[in-house]
T-cell receptor, first 116, second 113 residues
Framework: KAGVTQTPRYLIKTRGQQVTLSCSPI?????VSWYQQTPGQGLQFLFEYFSETQRNKGNFPGRFSGRQFSNSRSEMNVSTLELGDSALYLCASSPHLTGKYNSPLHFGNGTRLTVT | DQQVKQNSPSLSVQEGRISILNCDYT??????FLWYKKYPAEGPTFLIS?????DKNEDGRFTVFLNKSAKHLSLHIVPSQPGDSAVYFCAASANFGNEKLTFGTGTRLTIIP
């Protein structure tokens, strides 16, 4: 079974631009979650999508948004990029909504975003 | 508000010895706990989990212990191997559905050959 695929692996953008990151979950997984990892901050939860609906949202500004398509693939968009948005963005999938049936998340290798 | 805390940013252990990684949490609603391992340039990989109805779960060289009264969990790796060198994250969630997984800040484990 193919794992979680994130594209692109690396991105360099300029302040003020916008960016879209893509995530293809494991086949059959309906939940997709996004996390931001920065040094010293661990993994910070952005949002979770299940059956094309956002089910949970973390404490990030409205510049961070996402969506999920009918095939469970998900995209994350960040508008008006700031230097502090430089981070590793991780996508994770699960068969069920997080917290239900104790299903662990399966992570992709992430997209490394650098904002200059 | 860091609800899941890993107070040791790094740990070095001799190969063959026991590695003990610690994690504390503050939210008493958490009832499912996991450990993830992360190599550079890769995403975190699920290692082992434990439900709050248990106090120990074992999988090969890895054992997780949960002390609910102290709101503390630990991961024991015996014996430690060079391939265990990685960053380890503990995570927790409340099993209501629609509850995010909350991660700690990670502990970098280095196994010395």
């Amino acid at each position: 079974k193919a794992g979680v695929t994130q594209t692109p692996r690396y991105l360099i953008k300029t302040r003020g631009q916008q960016v879209t990151l893509s995530c293809s979950p494991i086949s059959g997984h309906r939940s997709v979650s996004w996390y931001q990892q920065t040094p010293g901050q661990g993994l910070q939860f952005l949002f979770e999508y299940f059956s094309e609906t956002q089910r949970n949202k973390g404490n990030f500004p409205g510049r961070f948004s996402g969506r999920q398509f009918s095939n469970s693939r998900s995209e994350m968009n960040v508008s008006t990029l700031e230097l502090g948005d430089s981070a590793l963005y991780l996508c994770a999938s699960s068969p069920h909504l997080t917290g239900k049936y104790n299903s662990p998340l399966h992570f992709g290798n992430g997209t490394r975003l650098t904002v200059t | 508000d860091q609800q899941v805390k890993q107070n040791s940013p790094s740990l070095s252990v001799q190969e063959g010895r026991i590695s003990i990684l610690n994690c504390d949490y503050t939210n008493s609603m958490f009832d499912y706990f996991l450990w993830y391992k992360k190599y550079p340039a890769e995403g975190p990989t699920f290692l082992i989990s434990i439900s709050s109805i248990k106090d120990k779960n074992e999988d090969g060289r890895f054992t997780v212990f949960l002390n609910k009264s102290a709101k503390h969990l630990s991961l024991h790796i015996v014996p430690s191997q060079p391939g265990d060198s990685a960053v380890y994250f503990c995570a927790a969630s409340a099993n209501f559905g629609n509850e995010k997984l909350t991660f700690g800040t990670g502990t970098r484990l280095t196994i010395i050959p």
